[in-house]
């Protein structure tokens, strides 16, 4: 196994073979310091060049042709034209060049005199004003493509921000006409807008109204057809009630028959009152019989002379009296009852009689007031008409109801119709004319144009820095005496001087990021890892190509920074390249490296450049392995051995 000690010694050998070619010609030793200032003046150049475009925008010469005639639009003077050029002249953002012909401003953009020129038509403000289309108002920026890619995105970027500026400053003056001739009839708008929403309101209480019109219309129609149905069973009832009260007055007790029937009951009650002291007489005679009777039968009862025969009829006699008196005595009785019946008769007998007599009053005033049949029949026909009255009004009121709701619609239409001046805009016609301005919240912030390009500048600077380093030397040669040498030894010893060299050239290159560009670094110590490995690892590539391939492999690798500058995105986003490029960027060192330049540099891709720098050291180790494992040398004497350059 190959030592430490042993390795050093083999490197330094041939190191110092190397090393010594260029350090004994002073040619050669200024050659190695403008070999490892490539790289940085490349990028302080290039980015130099970029730094701030349009901090010099003032250098180029733009024409402009007012040709405008203006226009008086509704009584008020515009010369959009007059005013463009003046805006243009004082923003001073080109140097604007006032040229009175179209064809002479136009020659001049041909010749490269001026980068553009814009042209006012004579009818610019007259088509620019009224708005009758779109585009109307034109106006013309002239550009050749051919003499200036770049001046002619400049005028297609100046044409149509100047677009958007002129619309939106017409769009602030129409606004401002707008607003001025809406003041004038706002008020009359807003009084019939009012009255409009107040005749809607009444609309909807009219509406509302009916809709309970036609509830209770419903409601009365049902209660007359009820009402319709009684008063028919009522006539036909009241009709029989009078024929049953006429019958009644034809049958009705006459006074005379009432009187007669008072006067029997007075003759009966009298009559009874006579035969009950009748009877009271009769009971007294009866009464004294009795006791004389009773004192013969006693006097016979104790008399020898009487005969048992009359004794007996006697007391027969005496039985039959006493049995007479016994009668006599019911019978005063019964008259008394009897008597007091006919005085309850004769009392009854006269009320009954005067409530007969009320009663046929009464009769004969209900008869006469009691209404006639053709009356009851025309209140049944009047309830029937009615019913069907009810009918036809229920109709009506749901018609009136449809119109209403009808009429309340139409008129909400109307209301939107005209216009509410109460929600005019506020605003002023600038607002309004320019009210949406996009704010733009930019990530990973880049400090200006030129030190955008650094993604793509470094990695061409490294690559161009280490193809140059390796064109130095000779990288398929040995001296003769190093072919015992371990092929570890042999492989370090040749690339140590321009290894180092590409160090430096790494170096600088940091320097003119720090010290002259004056770059703000987010991640500095990942920067100068990232710098240093991709330096290194660029140079591993390109010496195992070289070595394996001689001169193509020199080509080779040139055509490789062409095609790694175009897929890397340092620039352009790679999707805009191309699916060729798309497909082959994230398989190239120098995507690897823009990738963790943007980390490093802005803070982009949330930092995240370990991953990239651990790709871009892989690759390199990879080439160096390639190169010692299957690399071949050819050894030759010392004084054979040249250095590449010839000065």
Known sequence: MLGLIQFLRQTRSIARIEAGFFLRKSKLVWSLAVVALIPSLYTVIYLSSLWDPGAHSTALKVGIVNLDQGLVYREQPFNIGQELTETLQSSAQFDYQVISEVDQAKQQVRKGDLAFSLIIPANFSANAIPGEQAGAGQLVVFASQGNNVETARIAQQFASELGHKMNERLNAKRWSLVLTSAAGSKENVTRLHRGLQDLHDGASELSAGSKLLTKGAKSVHTGAQRLSGGVSQLTQNTQKLGAGLRNMEASRPRNS????????????????HELGQGLSKLKNGSHELNTEVSSFKEEADNSLWVTPALRGNVTLVSQGLQQLDQGIGSAVNSNEKLEEGARNLRVGVNTLSQGMRQINGALRAATAQFPED??????????????????TMLQGNEKISASTQRLEMGLALVIKAVPNFESTPAGSPEGLADSVRPLVEMEAAVQN??????ANVIPAALWLGAGIAAFLINLRVLPKHAETYHRTSQLAGKLLLPGALVGVQCALILFCIWGVLKVDVVQTVPLLCTVFSAGLAFFCIISALTHFMGDAGRALAMVLLAVQLTSSGGVMPVELSGSFFATLSPWLPITWLAHGLKATLFGAFEGTWLVEWFKISAMGLLALGVTTIWGRWRFVFVRQLRPQLDL
């Not at 144009?449 to 650094?454: A, C, P, R």
């Open 449 to 454: 144009n030129g030190i955008g390009f650094i």
């Open 257 to 272: 028959d009432l009187r007669k029937l008072s006067e029997g009951a007075d003759a009966l009650a009298n009559g009874v």
């Open 374 to 391: 053709a009356q009851l029949d025309a209140l049944d026909a009047g309830a029937s008409e009615l019913a069907s009255s009810t009918q």
